[in-house]
């Protein structure tokens, strides 16, 4: 109805000869959609085609939606339009930037400051090359052109904060947004930048409010999406060189494991590095570590070039030993299960009547070594590949095959109904390497489109929010906590980054821990709005990220009010010394999860 309205409207206008197309424009903008808005902005345009404007409009819904290619046409007809507006080589450049196409960016910019010297957007537009291309005293140069020519700027001043985080000056950072967000207490752009500051620095409860106040001033759009999903990235870490190729965390989140071919890991408290040995077998792939630290899988190639997947014990100095001689099953990868007790294989092979037959996807049992494939019915998907398990491992996320090989879905699957599968993505394109976030919300993976460069993306496992790109990479993986994501990156030579991210706090409970009189105390804090019954359990982990006790804190099933505070006693000190890692987990009646990495110092 909206729609037909706007469009009748448009035509009495142009009809009469008296069209507000400004004003036709912003309320389908509002309340319209992108085919009303592309309507209109064609008359506009043709009406007055030496005006840029709707052409830059046009060009910015169709960016919004998701067609950058579509966008760059309009963008580029706005350039004939007017072509001493520099605006219109701006978007150009933006189109560029979201493609990660720096140089031909830099043209575009160039161009619109030849037209305008103090141009906002084009000033802005450099600074995030030199973001782009990780040269950030050069972008922090740029960013304070752009805000010494626009000093009430909450975007220059966000871009020079935005520059300071990735110099790691989240102190400065903090003190250049906190500024702008004085001046400019409307600014959404400022507040968004002391939010990420604050969270850079640690302050997380400063944090959440400052993010709650950003939805207020930009409710819609992806970057609220991104900020109400928790997957804004307050700051990133680049591993050394050498650190590089799907990496994999420790259960207590102080060790990155990594590697293809020849592994190692790295303590991330002070950055040493170690190999990992397996004697005799140089060449080993795809590993993952189980929850107790105790053990990992990785594929190794046979001599007849079949790919297995075998256990191994993990040692104190690095060495792996085989826990078994036999392999688990020929496969490509396998994943601990979240109670150690199953690895989920993918590309598997098992035994029926005296034949091998894959089966995609199966279960090996660790205590009976019992092999099983997972029962799969989609005729249009037959294949499927890279499954990793949700945290409560209930249900698992794969990949699977569409009839052309670069289209490659992902789904969300209960085990319990194997046949009623949830499909994440819809692109066509290639998405591999999923991996299920910790509070059991977010799935990221690996994008391919013919050679363009991977990228990483999130989104919700539910189906609920449309998918979002965090930046070139692969092979993400979740910090045992959720508030990290490694990843291998080709950019800017190869290795391993660390984006560390925030946004809003969903988790319906906080969790806390100290010590109290030789005692480890533990706090739980309920945030839900509702009554919840919470069940919380926790772990503990010596300096070798090896666990060394589990068990429940509290009662088995806790009742817990809004605002409730409850503080439990683990019981006496278990039998450890100096730094260790407690991780709580706490687990709502209705699935929702929390958990919480704490450093203790043991008596």
């Known amino acids: 109805m909206v729609a037909l309205v706007l469009g009748g409207l448009a035509c009495s206008l142009v009809a009469a000869g008296q069209v507000d197309y400004d004003k036709a424009v912003a309320d389908a903008l509002k309340t319209g959609t992108p085919a009303d808005v592309s309507r209109l902005c064609q008359q506009w345009a043709a009406a007055q085609p030496h005006n840029e404007r709707p052409r830059l409009i046009l060009a910015r819904t169709l960016l919004a939606a998701g067609m950058p290619d579509r966008a760059l046409e309009q963008f580029e007809l706005a350039v004939e339009a007017n072509p001493l507006s520099p605006a219109p080589h701006c978007g150009i450049a933006e189109v560029f930037l979201l493609a990660r196409k720096p140089a031909m960016a830099a043209k575009e910019l160039d161009a619109a400051l030849r037209l305008d010297k103090s141009c906002l957007d084009a000033l802005l537009g450099k600074a995030r090359i030199g973001l782009l291309e990780e040269k950030p005293d050069r972008a922090l140069a740029d960013a304070r052109k752009a805000l010494a020519a626009h000093p009430t700027s909450g975007r220059a001043a966000a871009v020079v904060a935005e520059c300071l985080l990735a110099l790691g000056k989240a102190d400065d950072a903090l003190a250049q947004a906190s500024k702008a967000a ?91 590095l170690a190999k990992l040995k397996a004697p005799g077998e140089p060449n080993l792939y795809n590993l993952d570590c189980s929850p107790d630290g105790k053990q990992v899988v990785c594929r190794k190639d046979q001599p007849q070039g079949q790919p297995h997947v075998y256990l191994y014990d993990l040692h104190a100095d690095g060495t792996l030993s085989p826990a078994r001689p036999e392999p688990l099953s020929q496969a490509v ?45 989609l005729p249009t998907r037959t294949a ?92 993400a993986r979740w910090s045992p906590d959720g508030r990290s994501l490694a990843y ?87 039998a450890a010394k100096g730094p260790c890692v407690l991780k709580l987990t706490a687990v709502a009646a209705d699935g929702r999860r929390t958990v919480q990495l704490v450093d203790l110092a043991l008596p």
């Not at 307050?234 to 799907?246: F, K, N, S, V, W």
């Not at 489109?449 to 990479?473: E, F, I, Q, Y």
């Not at 190869?494 to 946004?503: C, E, F, R």
């Not at 804190?553 to 278990?574: A, F, N, Q, R, S």
Request: aromatic share 6%; with cysteine; glycine share 8%.
């Open 182 to 272: 004085a001046t400019a207490p409307s600014d959404a752009d400022a507040r968004h930048a002391v939010a990420r500051a604050c969270a850079a620095l640690g302050k997380h409860d400063q944090a959440q409010r400052h993010w709650e106040r950003f939805l207020q001033l930009e409710p819609t759009g992806e970057r609220a999406l991104r900020v109400r999903n928790g997957w804004v990235v307050a700051h990133t870490q680049r591993l050394p060189a050498g650190c590089d190729y799907t990496p994999t965390w420790s259960p207590d989140g102080k060790r990155l494991f990594f590697g293809y071919r020849e592994l190692g890991v790295i303590a991330l408290r002070d950055g040493s």
């Open 333 to 377: 990868l396998g994943r601990f299960s979240p109670d150690g007790r199953q690895v989920l294989l993918s590309a598997a092979v098992v035994a029926r009547k005296d034949k091998r037959e894959g089966v995609g996807l199966a279960l090996c049992d660790l205590a009976d070594g019992t092999l099983r494939g997972l029962p799969w019915k």
């Open 384 to 475: 499927r590949n890279h499954a990793c398990w949700t945290p409560d491992g209930a249900s698992i996320v794969h990949h699977a095959y569409g009839r052309d090989g670069s289209d490659r879905a992902l789904f969300f699957v209960k085990l319990a109904e194997p046949f009623a599968p949830r499909q994440l993505t819809s692109n066509q394109a290639m998405n591999i390497t999923p991996d299920v976030s910790p509070d059991s919300r977010t799935v990221a993976f690996t994008t391919v489109r013919g050679n363009a460069p991977r990228t990483v993306w999130l989104t919700r496992a539910d189906g609920s929010s449309k998918p979002v790109c965090l930046g070139h990479g692969t092979d």
């Open 488 to 574: 291998h990156t080709y950019q800017h030579n190869k290795s391993i980054v660390v984006a560390h991210l925030t946004g809003i706090d969903a988790r319906p409970l906080g969790l806390a821990a100290r010590l109290k009189d030789a005692q480890v105390a533990v706090t739980i804090t309920s945030r839900a709005k509702q009554p919840l019954v919470a069940t919380v359990r926790y772990q503990l982990f010596g300096p070798q990220s090896v666990r060394i006790a589990q068990g429940a804190v509290g009662k088995e099933k806790m009742p817990l009010k809004p605002d409730d505070i409850i503080e439990c006693e683990l019981g006496p000190t278990p």
